[in-house]
């Protein structure tokens, strides 16, 4: 009895719930949530947020986010967000590469170049604001080297020259080397402006100048600036030249045929401009039948083109006289030849082709007759001034030393040449050459 009095008091809470089935007295909660709840009683009390307004009158407040607040949350770290995300694709510090941590150049690269090195600086060369640069100052020049004016005095120079050598690489060699990409849309329309005024020659020679310009050095856009400065301009090429018009109407069919300028460009245009009639002249030109062929040869047989096909054009203009009669049309195209130091071979075959003619009937008229009407002609001509009577001297002299062979096929051929230099004379003092030596 002793020993089990000293022993402690045996109650429910000492026995635990497995001595007490019923749980009478004992707290249904576990040792884990007991220090859970312990823990958040030590946590002291979150401090509340006041809405602050910075100025009267004004909607500004500092409003602080529950979330966002390192004080309240505990577990905020800048490093981990990126402007505007969470985190994610954020540069570290050991990717962030600087210009002049750039590692230096591999001898032994296959690409390594011994000329490249920390003091040069490559840059592109269609750059247009470093492109030049000046050799006697030593340093690059940013835009034209030119004004405008100077260029326009620099490519006037230019296209007089080629007018007399017809070297068209020479004319793009020295629009290159005036490095004034900005004023190339001039070069069109001082190009045109400089051939209204000339013969049909130099009028070809500019068509053909275009041709070659384009696409390099002047562009698609050069192109369509150019034209679009000189359709602008074209009441002041009237006042110089009337016939400025249909002369810049043929230019422009020409570009297009020469694929310098692109059908579109004409559709685009809206007949707001005085340019715009010229438009339209180049539109019908475009429309006609077999427009290609017609427009490569647009200025007429005085553009420059070979001999033979001259002779081609003079044959036709003079068969094309002896069944009309007009003196007056004959001559306007004597003057679209452009051949002034050859008409000695107009002369010469204009009288064979009369002498052929007549040669074949014998009994007709003689006011009728080729001889008299080619007669007529060419003593228009001269007193015209169209043709010299040097040069039809020449000719008649070159129609002497032809007798042989017209013989053979016009067996009547000394005595119409006979009637042929009589007539003549009565209108145009005019010897042949052979007759002036002696």
Same mark, same amino acid.
């Given at each position: 009895?002793a020993d089990?009095?000293?022993?402690?008091?045996i109650?429910?809470?000492?026995?635990?719930?497995?001595?007490?089935?019923?749980? $009478?007295?004992?707290?249904?909660?576990?040792?884990?949530? /007991?220090?859970?709840?312990?823990?958040?009683?030590?946590?002291?009390?979150?401090?509340e947020?006041?809405?602050?307004?910075?100025?009267?009158?004004?909607?500004?407040?500092?409003?602080?986010r529950?979330?966002?607040?390192?004080?309240?949350?505990g577990?905020?770290?800048?490093?981990n967000?990126?402007q505007?995300?969470?985190g994610?694709?954020?540069?570290?510090? %050991?990717?962030?590469?600087?210009?002049?941590?750039?590692?230096?150049?591999?001898e032994?690269?296959p690409?390594y170049?011994?000329q490249?090195?920390?003091?040069?600086?490559?840059s592109?060369?269609?750059?247009? @604001?470093?492109?030049n640069?000046?050799e006697?100052?030593?340093?690059?020049?940013y835009? #034209?080297?030119?004004?405008?004016s100077?260029?326009?005095?620099q490519? @006037?120079?230019?296209?007089?020259?080629y007018?007399?050598?017809?070297?068209?690489?020479?004319?793009?060699?020295?629009?290159e $080397?005036?490095q004034?990409?900005?004023f190339?849309a001039?070069?069109i329309?001082?190009?045109v402006?400089?051939?209204?005024?000339?013969? #049909?020659?130099?009028? @070809?020679?500019?068509?053909?100048?275009?041709?070659?310009?384009?696409p390099?050095?002047?562009?698609?856009?050069d192109? $369509?600036?150019?034209f679009?400065i000189?359709?602008?301009?074209?009441?002041d090429?009237?006042?110089?030249? #009337?016939?400025?018009?249909?002369?810049?109407?043929?230019?422009?069919?020409?570009?297009?045929?020469?694929?310098?300028?692109p059908p579109?460009?004409?559709?685009?245009?809206?007949?707001?401009?005085?340019?715009?009639?010229?438009?339209?002249?180049a539109i019908t030109?475009l429309?006609?039948?077999?427009?290609?062929?017609?427009? @490569?040869?647009?200025?007429?047989?005085?553009?420059?083109?070979?001999?033979?096909?001259?002779?081609?054009?003079m044959?036709?203009?003079? /068969?094309?006289?002896?069944?009309?009669?007009?003196l007056?049309?004959?001559?306007?195209?004597?003057?679209e030849?452009?051949a002034?130091?050859y008409?000695?071979e107009?002369?010469k075959?204009g009288?064979?082709?009369?002498m052929?003619?007549?040669?074949? %009937?014998s009994?007709t008229?003689?006011?009728?007759?080729?001889?008299?009407?080619?007669a007529?002609?060419?003593?228009?001509?001269?007193?015209?001034?169209?043709?010299s009577?040097?040069?039809?001297?020449?000719?008649?002299?070159?129609?002497?030393k032809?007798?042989? %062979?017209?013989?053979?096929?016009?067996p009547?051929?000394?005595s119409l040449?006979?009637?042929?230099?009589?007539?003549?004379?009565?209108?145009?003092?005019? $010897?042949?050459e052979?007759?002036?030596?002696?």
């Amino acid at each position: 009895m002793a020993d089990y009095a000293k022993r402690p008091e045996i109650t429910v809470s000492t026995m635990g719930k497995v001595h007490n089935p019923s749980g $009478e007295g004992v707290r249904a909660t576990s040792a884990q949530a /007991q220090a859970k709840f312990l823990k958040q009683q030590a946590r002291p009390a979150p401090v509340e947020h006041e809405t602050k307004v910075k100025e009267e009158g004004s909607s500004k407040r500092n409003i602080t986010r529950k979330k966002t607040d390192p004080r309240e949350t505990g577990n905020f770290d800048s490093r981990n967000k990126k402007q505007g995300g969470h985190g994610k694709g954020k540069w570290k510090d %050991d990717e962030i590469y600087y210009d002049d941590e750039v590692d230096p150049l591999d001898e032994k690269d296959p690409l390594y170049d011994e000329q490249q090195g920390p003091g040069i600086i490559l840059s592109s060369v269609e750059d247009p @604001e470093s492109r030049n640069y000046h050799e006697t100052e030593q340093k690059a020049v940013y835009g #034209p080297m030119l004004t405008q004016s100077e260029f326009k005095l620099q490519v @006037e120079e230019c296209l007089k020259e080629y007018f007399d050598s017809c070297d068209t690489d020479e004319v793009i060699r020295s629009i290159e $080397e005036l490095q004034c990409r900005e004023f190339h849309a001039d070069v069109i329309k001082r190009a045109v402006s400089l051939s209204l005024d000339k013969h #049909p020659r130099e009028r @070809e020679l500019v068509s053909r100048l275009l041709t070659c310009l384009h696409p390099a050095p002047l562009t698609d856009k050069d192109m $369509e600036a150019g034209f679009n400065i000189l359709l602008d301009s074209l009441d002041d090429l009237t006042t110089d030249v #009337p016939d400025a018009p249909s002369m810049v109407a043929n230019f422009v069919a020409r570009a297009v045929v020469d694929e310098v300028l692109p059908p579109a460009y004409l559709s685009e245009q809206n007949n707001k401009r005085p340019g715009d009639v010229v438009v339209e002249k180049a539109i019908t030109l475009l429309s006609r039948e077999h427009c290609t062929a017609r427009l @490569e040869r647009v200025w007429g047989p005085g553009d420059g083109r070979p001999v033979s096909e001259l002779k081609v054009e003079m044959d036709q203009m003079l /068969q094309e006289y002896l069944m009309s009669r007009e003196l007056d049309e004959c001559a306007r195209c004597v003057k679209e030849l452009d051949a002034a130091h050859y008409m000695h071979e107009l002369v010469k075959r204009g009288v064979k082709i009369a002498m052929e003619v007549d040669g074949k %009937d014998s009994n007709t008229l003689h006011d009728k007759s080729s001889i008299d009407a080619m007669a007529a002609l060419f003593a228009f001509l001269v007193k015209n001034a169209i043709v010299s009577g040097h040069q039809v001297s020449k000719g008649i002299s070159r129609v002497h030393k032809a007798m042989d %062979d017209l013989k053979l096929d016009v067996p009547a051929a000394p005595s119409l040449l006979k009637d042929f230099e009589a007539m003549l004379r009565e209108e145009v003092p005019v $010897e042949p050459e052979e007759e002036k030596k002696d």
